[in-house]
């Protein structure tokens, strides 16, 4: 096999990551999500909380304390934003593997084997997939979808204002995919696109 590598970015509640780990499980390679947080929390001593959070969600104070807090130097944010870029970086060197999250595709931008796939859903789809699958802290219908608009809004926010592109822009990305069509023809899709882009990359 080609090193191959795939990055997983997605919506809230779309199952992205499940259909990462599947997709990775078909093609007998590893798949990277919370072994990214580990190496960091390593690195940094940051605690897991915070770089699961900060290393991917931006709050909704983010852009302007981030704006005056540089007066003083880098902020957390971005030391952590410079050492998730060298670990997604060394990770894809290290050979083929799926990565999920964590601005995976734009880290990646510069190289030609990289297949960059955005997951989304219908909310009311996502909704009952969170619910189900126990992702969600709130409870009541209007908490839920509170939730599901906040995450993916924070989520957009970083991604935004660390790459300079824009978060589930189509253009940013090889293949979009519903997951509300299943997680397995999700799978099914990613693996002939990864054969597709493999042929691109021969001719």
């Not at 009311?124 to 969170?130: D, F, I, K, V």
């Not at 189900?132 to 599901?148: V, W, Y």
């Amino acid at each position: 096999m080609k090193n191959r590598v795939i990055t997983i970015s997605r919506e809230f509640g779309s199952g992205g990551r499940t259909i990462g780990k599947k997709t990775a499980e078909k093609l007998g390679i590893p798949c990277y999500d919370a072994e990214i947080i580990q190496t960091m929390v390593q690195e940094t001593g940051f605690t897991p909380d915070y770089v699961q959070e900060a290393g991917e969600y931006a709050s909704g104070g983010f852009l302007s304390s981030a704006f005056s807090n540089r007066m003083f130097g880098p902020t957390n944010e971005d030391i952590l934003w410079e050492h998730q870029y060298k670990v997604i970086t060394d990770l894809a060197a290290k050979g083929p593997c799926v990565i999920v999250g964590r601005c995976g595709d734009y880290v990646l931008r510069d190289r030609k084997d990289v297949l960059r796939i955005f997951v989304y859903a219908p909310k009311e789809w996502r909704l009952a997939y969170g619910k189900e699958n126990n992702m969600l802290q709130a409870k009541d219908e209007k908490g839920i979808k509170d939730e599901i608009d906040k995450t993916d809004r924070n989520r957009a926010a970083y991604y935004n204002y660390y790459t300079q592109n824009r978060w589930g822009d189509a253009h940013n990305y090889d293949l979009a995919i519903n997951a509300a069509l299943g997680h397995d023809a999700c799978v099914n899709m990613i693996l002939a696109a990864a054969e597709a882009k493999e042929k691109t990359m021969e001719g």
